[in-house]
């Protein structure tokens, strides 16, 4: 799928720039200076939406076509979670690059659909290697294999487009797995092992409560004998 965004150049501070309709943002990479933009909040929300950190971008300023881009970051605001600033990464497209691409779960394990079980996953991407015109946006984990709870999604399992290459992690680290459902029994032992830590807990508490009274009455004592003394 192709991309495309529109921006222009800014002169200001991004923060002089930012309203509720325009973004602040940055161009940078490949050798090139930087160049400071501002873009269109609606569109680049819902270009971000669909095309994440892993998609390529073809980014105009002003009207001209300056290249692919990848969005290398977005800050967000603490209070409304809006992106209030964006930088772009301008790709050499002779060059390989290295980003991280999303994990897609697909299918469903049978194992789980019979049992009532649990599908545990551990990642939620990668990091490869790619030239740009190989990038993906995202790559699926088919969990239809796991048929059994001993059988287990590695990353060295993964069904990789053309041209990818994973760096990290290690191919040996787990992505998904089949979990067995919680027994009612274990729920129960589960409730035990609480009450008994809340009772511990308590005890615990009373104990350094009386503690700390022992040791005031014995700091305050010494007060009360020499006021015994001088009677």
Do not use: W
């Not at 819902?46 to 892993?54: F, P």
């Not at 190989?134 to 069904?159: A, G, Q, R, Y």
């Not at 041209?163 to 191919?171: F, M, N, R």
């Not at 027994?183 to 508490?205: F, G, L, Q, Y």
């Amino acid at each position: 799928m192709t991309y495309t965004l529109n921006a222009t150049k800014r002169t200001e501070k991004g923060e002089k720039t930012r309203t509720a309709i325009s973004l602040p943002g940055v161009v940078y990479g490949a050798g090139k200076e930087a160049v400071s933009v501002s873009l269109n909040q609606g569109e680049f929300a819902k270009l971000y939406k669909e095309a994440g950190e892993a998609s390529l971008i073809d980014l105009s300023v002003d009207g001209k076509n300056i290249g692919k881009v990848l969005v290398q970051d977005a800050q967000y605001d603490p209070v409304s979670d809006k992106v209030i600033h964006v930088d772009f990464r301008t790709i050499d497209m002779s060059k390989k690059l290295y980003t991280k691409v999303e994990l897609r779960y697909v299918g469903e394990s049978p194992i789980v659909k019979s049992t009532g079980g649990t599908l545990v996953t551990t990642l939620s991407e990668v990091e490869v290697e790619c030239l740009p015109n190989d990038l993906v946006s995202h790559i699926d984990v088919d969990v239809s294999v796991l048929k059994s709870f001993e059988d287990v999604i590695k990353v060295k399992d993964l069904v990789l487009p053309s041209g990818i290459t994973v760096l990290s992690p290690h191919g040996e680290a787990l992505i998904a797995k089949a979990q067995p459902a919680i027994t009612e029994e274990e729920v129960k032992a589960m409730e035990e092992a609480a009450k008994s830590a809340d009772v511990s807990k308590i005890e615990m508490v009373e104990k350094k409560k009386k503690e700390e009274e022992g040791a005031e009455e014995g700091a305050t004592a010494p007060a009360e004998e020499k006021k015994e003394e001088k009677k």
